[in-house]
């Protein structure tokens, strides 16, 4: 079936350095659509990106992803992290339903 | 405003107990869902409901049920809870057709002793 791998556990960064969260899926479905939702302690998760072409750069709030079918991956990054970046972080493959992966904890340290 | 809400925040009961949680959408969208996020915060499809078609996960237990009266409302109903119900639960909506965002509401922490 579907699956989503993220990056395991606890990121920690400081502050400006680079971020970059792994996500890799398995689909028997050639049109995947892929998400990175993120959630901040005490809220409720939110979308922050989505793809579904392939090989084309996505953006929101700082953050980037390109979608790559032919090594099915959709990595989040940052070019320089901040303290409020701390949260969270889903990616999410869409088939038939919304699955989500376990989820990546990131913590940013001044 | 237009948003998810959910109700109660919080609900504390006995193993056995029947709990139900509400939810309700105020931004037009056509389909609803129930996850459960656990202690290890991962976060699980439980139901979706588009329109009157429901669509059960088939790894929920049959002691949990969703009830929808309109397009706006979902909620859920545990019959006899265990303590590994134990967990926050989030209701969400989107548009159907093609991947659309998901919106959250804050979700119902509920807690089994």
């Known amino acids: 079936g579907d699956s989503v791998t993220q990056t395991e556990g606890l990121v920690t960064l400081t502050e400006g350095l680079p971020v970059m969260l792994n996500c890799t899926y398995q689909?028997?479905?050639?049109?995947?659509?892929l998400f990175w939702y993120v959630q901040h302690l005490n809220e409720s998760p939110r979308l922050l990106l989505k793809s579904f072409t392939d090989n084309k750069r996505t953006e929101h709030q700082g953050f980037h992803a390109t979608l790559h079918k032919s090594s099915s991956s959709f990595h989040l990054q940052k070019s320089s992290a901040q303290l409020s970046d701390s949260a969270l972080y889903y990616c999410a493959y869409m088939g038939y339903k919304l699955t989500f992966g376990t989820g990546t904890s990131l913590l940013v340290d001044p | 405003e237009t948003a998810v809400f959910q109700t109660p925040n919080y609900h504390v009961t006995q193993v056995g107990n029947e709990v139900s949680f509400n939810c309700k959408q105020t931004?037009?969208?056509?389909?609803m869902y129930w996850y459960k996020q656990d202690s290890k915060k991962l976060l699980k499809i439980m139901f979706s409901y588009n329109n009157k078609q429901l669509i059960v996960n088939e790894t929920v237990p049959r002691r949990f049920s969703p009830q929808s009266s309109d397009k706006a409302h979902l909620n859920l109903r545990i019959k006899s809870v265990e303590p590994e119900d134990s967990a926050v639960y989030l209701c969400a909506s989107s548009s159907s057709g093609g991947a659309h965002e998901q919106y959250f509401g804050p979700g119902t922490r509920l807690t089994v002793l």
């Open positions: 689909t028997i479905y050639s049109n995947p659509f």
């Open positions: 931004l037009g969208h056509d389909t």
